[in-house]
Nanobody
């Protein structure tokens, strides 16, 4: 399965972004988002079960982010509001279980850069 993330860019603090990730075929995996800032480890952001009935969020984005998916389009989305400079990172989508750890995912996309200016 191949994953293609998009939607990143340069945003001012307080702004919003919607990241998208499309899988090359239909799957019954959970779909998640992780991010990695320069010099830091890849960290969990959010994940959603294959049927959408379970979601998890990192504390750092909880309350200002929404993960959703459209299985008809084999896609997952991450809508982020009130962006902060600390949100600056490369954002990766992944397929796997409903997990907050990178080891819980089997397939990874290449990532999309999000830069939040202060």
């Amino acid at each position: 399965v191949q994953l293609q993330a998009s939607g990143g860019g340069l945003v001012q603090a307080g702004g919003s972004l919607r990241l998208s990730c499309a899988a090359s075929r239909r799957t019954r995996y959970a779909m998640g988002w992780f991010r990695q800032a320069p010099g830091k480890e890849r960290e969990f952001v959010a994940t959603i079960s294959w049927n959408g009935d379970a979601t998890l969020y990192a504390d750092s984005v909880k309350g200002r982010s929404t993960i959703s998916r459209d299985n008809a389009k084999n896609s997952v989305y991450l809508h982020m509001n009130n962006l902060k400079p600390d949100d600056t990172a490369v954002y990766y989508c992944a397929l796997g279980g409903v997990s907050e750890t990178t080891t819980g995912y089997d397939y990874w996309g290449r990532g999309t850069q999000v830069t939040v200016s202060s």
